[in-house]
C-alpha cells in the first residue's frame, strides 16, 4: 500500500471537517474526497472569499459546505477534525470541545510527518525559515534528488502522499503554529533546523514559554543517529519559566552554523577572508567565498551556512556553489521587483517583525527609501530604530502602526541630527506613490513594513504583490 492508501484505509467510513478553508486546507480536504472520504468544508468566510472556482470544484467532489456564523455547527458530527495552521487551540475553545467529545483534532502536516515514508528536513526559526528551506530543496535539486518542498512554505504536502516514496526527500517549513500541536512526533524529523529564536507572535500565543516550546518540538522527538542544526550566535534560552538552553534539548547529532566565528561541526564564515567553511571535528573544508551569494545581505549568508549544515551529508560542494550562484531569492524577501526611472524598487513584504527590518536596511549598505507600516503584533519597536536613522533618508509610513512606529522614532535622542525626512499617509498605495515622488535616479526604494499586512491585505503575500 502506499501510504496514501494507508491513512485512507485508517480514516475509512469517518466523517472529516476541515475548519479554515486556506492554502493548505483546500487541496487536503479535495485529496480526501478523491479517496472517497465524507468531507466538510468549514469557514465563516463565504464562497466569493473562499473563490467561487475553488467550491465549485470540491463539491464537485462531493464536499458539503458549512460556512458564515454558524459554520461550527456540523462539527459534534465529525469523527475528525482538521484546523486551518492559523486556528490556535487557546483562542479558539471549539477545539477543546471536539476534544472533550472524543474527536480527534489534528492538521495536515501532522498526518504528513505521520505516513511520510522518506527522509525529512524540517526547518523552524523565527526568522530565515522560507529562504533556508528554499535553499536546502534547491541544493538537494541540483545534487539531483526528487524533492518535496511545503509545509509553512504555502504547498500542503498531504495530498503527496499519493506520489512520495522511500528514496525522495521531503523539505517542510514549519512555523510556531503548526509545530504547536506536534508533540507525537515519533523519531522525527531525520534533519532538525532552528534558524534562530526572538520574542515574536505575542499576539498570537498566551506567552513566550508557549511560543519557545512550540519550536522545541522540532528536535525533541529526535533519535541520536539524526541530525540537529542550531545556530552558534543565537540566544536559545528567552523563554522565562524555561530554565534551560534549547541546546539542552538536543537529542540528535549536534551541529552548529555561525557567522560570526568558527565552529567545531557545521559551516561557517571567516569574516576576515569571505570564505565559508563547512567544519567536521574541526577539521574544516572550504566550501565559497560569500561573494559567490548572488542574493544581498549577511542575513543570507547566515541562511546559507544553515542550508549548507543541514545538507552537507547529501549534497556536494560542486551543488551548494552552483546554486549560490544563481538562485535569486525567494518572492517577498527584498525581492527586486523593477528598475523605473533610475530607482530601483525592491519587495521585502516578509520583513514583519523589527529584526527583519534591520536585516533588510543593512542588506544595501547605503540610505535608501523606505515604505513601513502595517498591522501590529506587539513589537518592541524601538531595537530598529538606529538602523532606521543610520540607513534610511526618507520614510513613508502607512496603515495602523502609522502613529506607532512614528512616535518610537522621534523620541530615540539621534533623531534630530539624523536627517531623516518622514512622512505619514493612510494605505500602501498612497505610501509607494509618495515614496516615487522623493526617490531620483540612483535611489532604491524598499518596502519594508516592519508588520503583519492584516489591517490592509489578507497576507503579506497579497501585499507584496500589490506593491508590485
Not at 30 to 45: N, T, W
Not at 432 to 439: F, H, N, R, S, T
Amino acid at each position: 500500500m502506499t501510504p496514501a492508501e494507508k491513512y485512507i484505509e485508517s480514516i475509512k467510513g469517518k466523517k472529516v471537517a476541515f475548519v479554515g478553508m486556506g492554502v493548505a486546507n483546500v487541496p487536503c480536504a479535495e485529496f480526501l474526497a478523491k479517496h472517497g472520504i465524507e468531507v466538510y468544508a468549514c469557514d465563516r468566510k463565504d464562497e466569493e472569499y473562499i473563490g467561487t472556482d475553488i467550491c465549485k470544484k470540491l463539491k464537485e467532489l462531493g464536499v458539503s459546505f458549512s460556512l458564515g456564523e454558524s459554520y461550527l455547527d456540523v462539527l459534534p458530527d465529525m469523527d475528525i477534525v482538521f484546523r486551518s495552521h492559523g486556528i490556535l487551540p487557546f483562542q479558539n475553545p471549539w477545539i477543546g470541545e471536539c476534544l472533550n467529545r472524543g474527536q480527534t483534532v489534528t492538521t495536515e502536516m501532522e498526518v504528513f510527518f505521520e505516513y511520510c515514508p522518506c527522509k525529512i528536513y524540517a526547518v523552524t526559526g523565527s526568522n530565515g525559515k522560507t529562504t533556508t528551506t528554499t535553499l536546502i530543496s534547491k541544493m538537494l535539486e541540483k545534487e539531483g534528488k526528487k524533492v518535496y518542498l511545503g509545509g509553512n512554505i504555502g504547498k500542503a504536502l498531504m495530498p503527496e502522499l499519493d506520489n512520495i516514496t522511500e528514496n525522495d526527500y521531503a523539505v517542510v517549513e514549519l512555523s510556531s503554529f503548526q509545530l504547536l500541536t506536534m508533540t507525537n512526533l515519533k523519531e522525527q524529523p531525520d534533519v532538525a533546523v532552528v534558524t534562530n529564536i526572538e520574542s515574536t507572535h505575542l499576539d498570537h500565543h498566551v506567552d513566550l514559554d508557549e511560543y519557545v516550546d512550540s519550536k522545541r518540538n522540532v528536535l525533541i522527538h529526535q533519535i541520536p543517529s539524526q541530525r540537529t542544526v542550531l545556530n552558534a550566535d543565537c540566544d536559545y534560552s528567552i523563554s522565562n519559566s524555561v530554565k534551560h538552553d534549547m541546546r539542552n534539548d538536543v537529542k540528535g547529532r549536534f551541529y552548529q552554523f555561525s557567522i560570526q566565528h568558527s565552529v567545531e561541526n557545521g559551516a561557517f564564515l571567516d569574516r576576515e577572508s569571505g570564505n565559508i567553511y563547512y567544519s567536521e571535528n574541526c577539521s574544516k573544508t572550504f566550501v565559497m567565498n560569500k561573494n559567490d551569494i548572488v542574493i544581498p545581505g549577511e542575513h543570507n549568508i547566515e541562511n546559507y551556512c544553515t542550508a549548507i549544515t543541514a545538507v552537507w551529508e547529501d549534497v556536494s560542494v560542486e551543488s551548494i556553489v552552483s546554486v549560490a550562484k544563481t538562485f535569486g531569492g525567494v518572492e517577498h524577501r527584498i525581492e527586486f521587483v523593477r528598475e523605473f526611472n533610475g530607482v530601483k524598487y525592491y519587495n521585502d513584504s516578509i520583513a514583519t517583525s523589527p529584526s527583519r527590518v534591520i536585516s533588510g536596511l543593512k542588506a544595501f549598505g547605503e540610505k535608501i527609501i523606505v515604505i513601513m507600516g502595517g498591522s501590529d503584533k506587539g513589537n518592541d519597536m524601538s531595537e530598529m530604530v538606529p538602523f532606521i536613522l543610520k540607513y534610511v533618508k526618507v520614510l513613508v509610513l502607512n496603515g495602523a502602526t502609522a502613529d506607532k512606529i512614528y512616535d518610537t522614532i522621534i523620541s530615540d535622542k539621534n533623531y534630530n541630527d539624523s536627517g531623516l525626512k518622514i512622512i505619514r499617509v493612510k494605505t500602501m498605495q498612497e505610501a509607494l506613490l509618495k515614496a516615487k515622488q522623493a526617490a531620483k535616479s540612483g535611489d532604491i526604494v524598499s518596502l519594508c513594513p516592519a508588520c503583519p499586512a492584516f489591517d490592509q491585505f489578507k497576507t503579506f503575500e497579497y501585499r507584496g504583490r500589490e506593491f508590485k
